[in-house]
């Protein structure tokens, strides 16, 4: 599905991993042990990344703005960034002394374990008059961590006029700080936990009722919106799991995509269900955009 319009319509912000993804693993490996996998791959990843790699597979034109892994791992993400037909020049390399941005991610029984290395700053906060913004009518931001470490990101965001959503991905101070944090998820448009995490924040204080809308990623269980008083959810479809690695950021792109074009929220749902079970279905975050024919 080609893109036609060459002005970027999605940002999206937030951390870039380089990933090393090890599957077919028996078990995890535990202290003074050691576990052979049948396969490793090397991705461009992180939330921001493969957010905006299922946007533009899904024919959105889409930026990503964020820090580059050090060398010799940003030319990974360069490639694969081009190679998805993204704008890359709000992106930023590494600093001379900045150790490489990794993540190890372990696929075992339908679900991944994941260590991951942070350097530096998730984001540079873009100018909004650059070219490359104008256009813009939506901005993603690819964990709740970034969000909170920039959060002047939403104020530049409501200055522009841009619709924004927010995914979570795995904090363990963050999600113990539910009740804390409910005011931030307010101010954003749509904020995408997976059952896990929701559960967490939950625990901590945040209810269904601390944003406008909560869109609640359930694996294979499906996926559920909470809007107000409202509770819709909708199935998944029964599928091989080969890798689940971002998995929830192809629902993103699949969710956000039908929920920018005013689709009913059973609908959106059900494309968030949709590209997710593609995702689960190859190795790596965006590698379902190519097995599946979705990038020129």
Not at 37 to 61: C, I, K, P, Q
Not at 256 to 267: F, G, I, Q, T, V
């Amino acid at each position: 599905m080609p893109n036609t319009d060459t002005s970027p319509q999605i940002l999206c912000v937030g951390r870039i991993y380089c990933d090393l993804v090890f599957s077919g693993v028996s078990r995890m490996p535990s202290l003074g042990s050691e576990v052979f996998a049948e396969n490793v791959t090397l991705h461009a990843g992180g939330g921001a990344f493969n957010t905006a790699s299922a946007f533009s597979a899904l024919g959105r034109r889409t930026a990503l703005c964020g820090v580059l892994p050090a060398a010799p791992f940003q030319d990974q993400i360069l490639q694969e960034g081009r190679s998805m037909d993204l704008d890359l020049s709000l992106c930023v390399p590494a600093g001379v002394d900045a150790s490489p941005q990794i993540t190890v991610a372990i696929a075992l029984q339908g679900d991944r374990s994941f260590l991951s290395q942070k350097s530096g700053d998730a984001f540079p906060c873009p100018d909004l008059s650059a070219p490359v913004c104008r256009s813009v009518k939506h901005l993603h931001i690819g964990e709740l961590n970034s969000l909170c470490e920039t959060p002047e990101i939403l104020d530049l965001a409501r200055q522009a006029g841009w619709t924004v959503s927010l995914d979570c991905s795995w904090d363990d101070a963050l999600l113990r700080q539910g009740r804390k944090i409910s005011e931030l998820i307010r101010t954003v448009d749509v904020f995408l936990p997976n059952q896990q995490e929701f559960e967490a924040l939950e625990a901590s204080g945040l209810t269904p009722e601390s944003g406008p809308l909560i869109v609640v990623k359930q694996g294979a269980a499906g996926a559920a919106a909470y809007q107000g008083q409202r509770r819709v959810h909708v199935a998944a479809q029964e599928v091989e799991v080969v890798d689940a690695t971002g998995a929830g950021d192809a629902f993103n792109g699949g969710f956000l995509s039908a929920w920018l074009a005013n689709e009913k929220l059973a609908s959106c749902l059900e494309n968030g269900n949709r590209y997710g079970a593609l995702a689960v279905q190859s190795s790596g975050g965006a590698g379902w955009t190519r097995e599946n024919g979705f990038v020129p």
